[in-house]
């Protein structure tokens, strides 16, 4: 690929959007500035310095080629993406999902881009398109992520026109292998029970209703009094989830399905998984329990569960706003703000949900660049691909839209007669194809 002019290019952010987009054009030979404003001041979720921190979980869903997210990521690494690199090169087992020490993944990332010739690291708070900091730069990318800088927030609401929009997320704690009582809990993933990826701490009936029951009753942080409480529906807190039905835990993040209790020889009737967050196995991530609980009555409440009577909390529940544009009505289909040449949106904040999928839409980003930079004609990936439905999502103009992992509703349907397991390894397959003859025209 033929670059004729060399350009400057403004990365506000660090995360998984942002590192794709700055990798990408500096192996273009373009001259990224990544404006990171950690650790001068820290978002209400993140802990360190390091670019592409994971604050929720570990993990990175499926690999399953025949699971959306699996697909996606099969695209992700052929593009070269600089996310699916690193997370290959700090997996920690976790069963048929992708995790990765979350350490090490981001000490990676920030190694890459640190020893970039083309790639500079500029740790400063930008609080406005007319920031000095950006006087200069042919280009400006905001991949902020849903926890952009309330100054930013601002002054970008102001250009576009459009109410906020945004809804609640929340992380799940994560314990001390020393302290988890090996006695009562065993391990294995659902129907392989020769698994080492997940630690189970079963339940018998009368603790599953005790423990639903303390979970609507305990104390949650409250939202500020201007804001509306809203939560995406792929990440609900998991007293939210039991406020929805008696079974609602037993049948979701709690289900016993394919899991024996060694020690009784029987399914146990409710199951809280815990996994593993680190390659050595000393920290454990609840699975599925997000929390809007507060710190006192998590350490109260948790500890209701067997295996977890003595928890040290390595890591507790917290919650968080995620911010996000009404990326139909504000961007154009290259991400582009509409009244706002130059200045483009990558990542969380467009609309995407997940890691993955942040990364995807950075990746995609960075494509558009490299092509618009070098004067040549934008493709943007077909609509069969999993991250060319990810992509349609942010330009389908529906009443209320809202964020979207990636799925195969997604990706555009096939019209052939199947069962749905059969379907979907035929809407692979076509995905593949296409996505292969688009890799040809970049």
Not at 94 to 117: P, Q, W
Not at 282 to 304: D, H, P
Not at 370 to 390: C, R, Y
């Given at each position: ?7 400057k ?5 660090g995360?998984?959007a ?12 373009h001259?990224?500035c990544?404006?990171?404003?950690r650790?001068?001041?820290f ?12 604050v ?5 869903r ?15 690494t ?26 090490r993944?981001?000490?990676y990332?920030t190694?890459?881009?640190?020893t ?22 042919d280009?400006?990318?905001i991949?902020?992520g849903?926890l952009i ?9 102001k ?9 609640y997320?929340?992380i ?11 006695d ?24 599953y ?15 500020k ?13 998991i ?8 079974l ?13 209790d ?25 699975v599925?329990?997000q ?16 295996g977890?009577e ?5 890591r ?6 995620n ?7 504000i961007?154009?289909?290259?991400l582009?703000i ?17 890691y993955v ?7 995609v980003?960075?494509?558009i ?9 934008i ?5 069969e691909?999993a991250i ?10 529906i ?8 799925n195969?509703g ?10 749905k ?12 194809k296409f ?5 040809e025209t970049?």
């Amino acid at each position: 690929m033929t670059i004729i002019v060399k350009k400057k290019i403004a990365v506000i952010g660090g995360g998984l959007a942002g590192v794709e987009v700055a990798n990408l054009l500096s192996k273009q030979g373009h001259r990224i500035c990544i404006f990171e404003m950690r650790p001068k001041k820290f978002t209400p979720a993140h802990k360190s310095d390091k670019l592409a921190e994971l604050v929720c979980s570990n993990s990175l869903r499926s690999k399953e080629l025949t699971s959306a997210v699996g697909l996606l990521k099969h695209e992700m690494t052929k593009l070269n993406s600089l996310v699916m690199e690193a997370a290959y090169k700090t997996e920690v087992p976790a069963g048929k999902s992708l995790a990765v020490d979350r350490e090490r993944f981001a000490g990676y990332i920030t190694n890459k881009l640190e020893t970039s010739t083309n790639v500079e690291i500029v740790r400063e708070e930008i609080t406005s398109l007319k920031d000095p900091n950006l006087t200069g730069f042919d280009v400006v990318v905001i991949s902020a992520g849903p926890l952009i800088s309330e100054p930013l927030a601002r002054d970008l609401l102001k250009k576009i026109g459009e109410k906020q929009l945004y809804f609640y997320d929340a992380i799940a704690p994560i314990v001390s292998a020393e302290s988890i009582n090996w006695d009562k809990v065993f391990w294995g993933s659902r129907y392989e029970e020769e698994s080492t990826d997940y630690v189970n701490c079963p339940m018998t009936e009368e603790e599953y209703y005790k423990f639903r029951e303390e979970l609507i009753k305990g104390e949650k942080v409250k939202p500020k009094g201007f804001e509306k409480e809203i939560h995406f529906e792929g990440c609900l807190p998991i007293e939210v989830m039991a406020e929805r039905g008696e079974l609602t835990l037993a049948y979701g993040p709690l289900k016993p399905v394919g899991l024996i209790d060694p020690k009784t020889g029987k399914r146990p009737f409710a199951v809280v998984q815990l996994r593993a967050e680190n390659r050595e196995k000393t920290m454990f991530n609840m699975v599925g329990f997000q929390t809007k609980l507060t710190y006192k009555e998590q350490k109260r409440i948790f500890r209701m569960i067997p295996g977890l009577e003595n928890a040290e909390f390595l890591r507790l529940g917290s919650i968080h706003r995620n911010t996000y544009v009404n990326s139909p009505k504000i961007l154009t289909p290259y991400l582009e703000i509409k009244g706002l040449k130059d200045v483009y949106l990558a990542g969380q904040i467009t609309g995407v949900e997940g890691y993955v999928e942040s990364a995807a839409c950075g990746l995609v980003l960075g494509i558009i660049l490299s092509k618009k930079l070098a004067g040549e004609d934008i493709s943007l990936p077909p609509e069969e691909t999993a991250i060319g439905g990810l992509m349609a999502h942010l330009r389908r103009d529906i009443k209320d839209f809202q964020p979207m992992n990636v799925n195969f509703g997604l990706i555009k349907p096939i019209n052939v007669r199947a069962k749905k397991s059969k379907k979907r390894e035929l809407i692979v397959q076509r995905a593949l194809k296409f996505f292969d003859q688009w890799l040809e025209t970049i």
